[in-house]
């Protein structure tokens, strides 16, 4: 729509970003509407007052905020896109004032960065194949982080009945806040991995590999990221929305072995939908913004020659990522 304009077209994409923004009523609706469908349902569930007709709607209900948490990831997505759009534009912006800004005229510029975000070259497509990596890398480490938190609530669950035999007979409370403060303290424990490697992984690949590889790696993010965030969604959704399914009575019900593969369909599902689809959006918005503030220190670097310096930093980068990988590879689920 721009017409091979630059600036004419990230106007466009930021007033498509501002008709987002103009629904954001019914969005906050429909994101609302399945948490307390979820919730009313649960609770009803737990009483044993609601049965019947009531309990079906409940479901329905529960089933339907499913579908329109799934619609309102994907719009968010949408919005991460946009913003990740403009950012890489101020991206290549910053490239050509951090050179103007070394002192180099227009030709220098021109003969220095040429082809800069070109896949051609080896080090923009290893660094494009990075940055489509790097989100099921995230990815996979945000769903081993809620295996771990369920694990020790289980954990706890299974030590309260063992110690206090009264809480299955009613006669005795659980102690609910050492489950809750296992999963604070649990969350923010693991937030570490995945925030260093949305930190240091453009580091390492913008000072080791160059500004090329770099833009090429945030290129590989926003694709892959855009597809994988969906798919969370929309997947998790429907594994839910499946055992709900099978528990109406459909395919044997509940106790059939279609209803104990849905179970676990739901167990993938629920970090899938609530917790990896929906963290990729801050992912790419983070290693976007990065980027962005890193790149004129890499063209201050390669225009002055400072290999060595640039190479340092990539290593204690990447050394920094390693290292957070292997501390959340050893920490394993207590459930064995």
């Known amino acids: 729509m721009g017409g091979g304009v630059i600036v004419l077209s990230l106007f466009a994409v930021a007033l498509a970003g501002c008709g987002l923004l103009t629904?954001?009523?019914?969005?906050?609706?429909m994101d609302t509407f399945g948490p307390i469908s979820d919730n009313a349902q649960g609770i009803a569930e737990m009483s044993g007052d609601v049965k019947g007709e009531g309990a079906k709607i409940l479901t329905s209900l529960d089933a339907v905020g499913n579908t329109t948490?799934?619609?309102t990831k994907g719009i968010a997505i949408a919005t991460a896109v946009l913003a990740a759009t403009?950012?890489?534009?101020?991206?290549?912006?910053?490239?050509?004032?951090?050179?103007?800004?070394?002192?180099k005229v227009i030709a220098d510029q021109a003969a220095?960065?040429?082809?800069?975000?070109?896949?051609?070259d080896p080090?923009?497509?290893?660094g494009l194949i990075i940055g489509a990596s790097v989100v099921f890398l995230f990815s996979g480490l945000a769903v081993n982080a809620v295996s771990r938190a369920a694990g020790a609530v289980v954990m706890e669950v299974r030590n309260q009945f063992k110690l206090h035999p009264g809480i299955m007979k009613g006669t005795e409370k659980p102690d609910y806040a050492r489950v809750v403060d296992i999963c604070t303290r649990d969350s923010l424990r693991e937030l570490a991995t995945p925030g260093l490697?949305?930190?240091?992984?453009?580091?390492?690949?913008?000072?080791g590999l160059g500004v090329g590889a770099l833009g090429a790696y945030l290129a590989g993010s926003i694709g892959t990221g855009t597809l994988m965030a969906v798919f969370l969604a929309n997947s998790g959704g429907a594994w839910d929305n499946a055992k709900k399914f099978v528990e109406d009575g459909n395919y044997g019900g509940k106790g059939s072995d279609a209803h104990a593969a849905t179970i676990i369909g739901d167990t993938v599902g629920d970090p899938f939908k609530d917790t990896a689809g929906p963290a990729i959006n801050p992912l790419i918005k983070v290693m976007n913004l990065v980027g962005l503030l890193i790149t004129p220190a890499i063209v201050t670097f390669a225009l002055d020659g400072n290999e060595r310096t640039s190479q340092i930093i990539a290593a204690i980068a990447t050394a920094i990522i390693i290292a957070a990988l292997i501390r959340s590879r050893r920490s394993s689920t207590m459930i064995g």
């Open 197 to 207: 490697l949305a930190v240091f992984a453009p580091i390492a690949v913008g000072f």
């Open 23 to 29: 629904t954001v009523g019914v969005i906050v609706a």
């Open 112 to 120: 220095q960065f040429q082809g800069v975000l070109d896949v051609a």
């Open 69 to 71: 948490k799934a619609i």
């Open 86 to 103: 403009a950012l890489f534009g101020a991206f290549t912006d910053a490239i050509k004032n951090s050179v103007l800004d070394a002192g």
């Open 123 to 126: 080090r923009n497509l290893v």
